[in-house]
């Protein structure tokens, strides 16, 4: 099972707060485990906020206005770039390309690009990520925790947060209100 450049929507009823109602985009995905980033879960953080306190300016005021997410548990202190991707070649010096999807970098360099007027287009920036040791993921998926679709970058880039999880729900072709958090035994 390779769940990589998928949704992982949470069920309804999800005991861990953390991700309660939330769609994260994996990014990796592999017998080591999973690595994603929460995409509908807005801080009180604006780019031009994060940008500042690296000591960069963010002139395009459409992407300084955007928020900066929470994209999980495990390295809150730490920035992730969900993008599409720039070329065939990675761009940047610590950059993850996403087979079939997107891209993710971790370096600064991508940030001092968007400072300078260039870099990514369409972007969402996360603080911290969703990791799953081997074989964890596959047992929450076993228990109902999460429903798994084919990712678009539409959903990420171009659906309003708030309509995130629906969205994503949609893709699997029914009414997200039709969801219950009870397994079904034969």
């Excluded at 005991?15 to 769609?23: E, I, L, M």
């Excluded at 992407?63 to 993008?83: K, T």
């Excluded at 968007?114 to 911290?128: D, E, H, I, M």
């Excluded at 074989?135 to 679709?149: A, I, M, S, Y």
Aim: glycine share 12%.
């Amino acid at each position: 099972m390779n769940l990589t450049n998928q949704f992982l929507i949470a069920m309804p009823g999800m005991g861990d707060d953390t991700f309660s109602g939330a769609v994260v985009y994996l990014c990796e995905h592999n017998e080591n485990g999973a690595l994603g980033l929460v995409i509908n879960k807005p801080i009180d953080i604006k780019l031009k906020n994060l940008f500042q306190k690296v000591e960069l300016t963010l002139d395009r005021e459409a992407l300084a206005e955007q928020p900066v997410f929470y994209g999980g548990p495990v390295q809150p202190e730490r920035g992730f770039v969900l993008h599409e991707k720039v070329g065939d070649q990675p761009p940047y010096s610590s950059t993850l390309a996403i087979p079939g999807g997107l891209a993710m970098t971790t370096s600064k360099d991508v940030l001092e690009a968007l400072s300078a007027g260039g870099g990514p287009q369409r972007l969402l920036v996360t603080l911290g990520y969703s990791g799953w040791g081997a074989g964890q993921l596959e047992d929450e998926l076993g228990r109902n925790g999460w429903l798994t679709v084919d990712a678009t970058p539409e959903i990420i880039f171009d659906t309003p947060v708030e309509q995130r999880y629906a969205r994503a729900v949609s893709l699997l072709g029914f009414d997200p209100r039709m969801l219950s958090q009870e397994a079904g035994h034969a």
